[in-house]
């Protein structure tokens, strides 16, 4: 597995079992996170953790206010992951995405009749591709930057159709079973609001 480029130094203990680097937060720690989804419409889980605007009111979210940081947007788009801070505290953060996403197919180099193509992936499924960076999102949080970590769940189950058998779902998907059972810090599962955990999940 590799690791993520992007990271905020701010976030992470300054050497190996160091203690975290827990800042005064901008926002106060006791406080009500106001924003809700509404039941059968698709919206963004980013505002899950950042708040966002219902009707025409900032709501705040799970994590303070403009912490978080998301990491490798473009790629594996059924899954988000990144950091931010919660009542000042750093934590490794993975937000299922719930809206269909489209997937970028590079042109084979090899097939001059290749050519880039797109296709669409459905929310709350770990394809291959989501399956690996959650994994990885574990491993990194875990192993280089000891930090908590939150999921925010909300997944129908692995991808099972034969390309994604070809592309090993199976693996990757295994991968995340390894890095949660090596885990050392807290991990806080949430089922948001409307959510749901069904099959492989």
């Known amino acids: 597995l590799h690791s993520f480029p992007t990271r905020r130094s701010s976030d992470l203990p300054h050497k ?4 975290l680097p827990i800042i005064k937060p901008a926002d106060p ?4 996170v106001d924003y809700l989804p509404v ?11 950042t708040g966002g605007v219902q009707d025409g009111v900032y709501r705040s979210g799970l994590l303070d206010k403009d912490s978080f940081v ?6 594996a788009k059924t899954v988000i ?3 931010g801070r919660i009542g000042g505290m750093p934590l490794g953060v993975i937000v299922t995405e719930n809206r269909l996403v489209d997937k970028a197919i590079l042109a084979d180099p090899a097939n001059l009749e290749s050519k880039p193509q797109k296709a669409m992936q459905a929310g709350q ?3 291959p591709d989501s399956a690996y960076k959650t994994a990885q999102a574990i491993q990194d949080f875990n192993t280089g930057e000891s930090l908590p970590l939150i999921v925010l ?3 129908r189950g692995f991808s099972g159709g034969r390309k994604d058998m070809f592309e090993e779902v199976l693996k990757f998907g295994s991968f995340i079973v390894d890095q949660l059972t090596q885990y050392n810090q807290p991990i806080i599962v949430y089922i948001p609001p409307y959510s749901e955990i069904r099959g492989g999940a």
């Open 16 to 19: 190996v079992g160091a203690p």
């Open 29 to 32: 720690i006791e406080r009500s």
């Open 39 to 49: 039941k059968g419409v698709p919206y963004d889980p980013r505002e899950l953790l």
């Open 70 to 75: 998301e990491t490798l947007s473009d790629w």
């Open 81 to 83: 992951v990144g950091r």
């Open 125 to 127: 499924v770990w394809f």
């Open 153 to 155: 769940a909300n997944w």
